[in-house]
């Protein structure tokens, strides 16, 4: 039996506005529009039952992005309460470099400008992996909200 199995990926958040901005940025992706037959994500929001005094809260903006080719997966920015407080036990990854085919210093100079690319926009470095003797360069990173991601 096969099942039709979709999937989007959940971040909850502080501010869902700036940081899908700032992972729309990282991921290429496109912040997306609301669904159509709605003039804004807040209408949509109400004509599922989302209650007047959670929207209250809410930006009226962009909150969830989309992948321009259709491949990748949705995201959607929660907001909740609560402060990140510990290490995520699930983070993305971002392949820019090519992989072991490519040699280290080529690949060490590719993520080092895609590093530079997202401290730009709102990134912080957390930690460099630089293992010459393995073949391996990456980067640890934190998004604006201190939530852990691998570049390499």
């Known amino acids: 039996m096969s099942a039709d199995v979709r999937m989007g990926i959940t ?37 599922v039952g989302v209650p007047e005094e959670e929207l209250a809260g809410l930006p009226d903006a962009p909150d969830r992005l989309v992948d321009a080719a259709g491949v990748g997966p949705k995201f959607w920015f929660q907001q909740v309460p609560e402060p990140k407080t510990v290490k995520n036990r699930l983070h ?49 990173m934190q998004d604006p909200e201190g939530n852990e991601f691998c570049v390499s």
Do not use: I, K
């Open 92 to 140: 993305l990854d971002l392949y820019v470099s090519g992989g072991r085919s490519q040699p280290l210093a080529e690949r060490r100079a590719t993520v080092e400008a895609e590093v530079a690319r997202l401290c730009a926009a709102g990134a912080t470095v957390f930690r460099v992996m630089d293992d010459p003797d393995n073949n391996y360069f990456a980067v640890v």
């Open 11 to 47: 971040v909850d958040c502080a501010s869902p506005t700036e940081l899908a901005a700032f992972w729309a940025e990282a991921l290429h992706y496109d912040l997306a529009p609301p669904p159509a037959g709605f003039a804004s994500w807040h209408a949509w929001y109400r004509s």
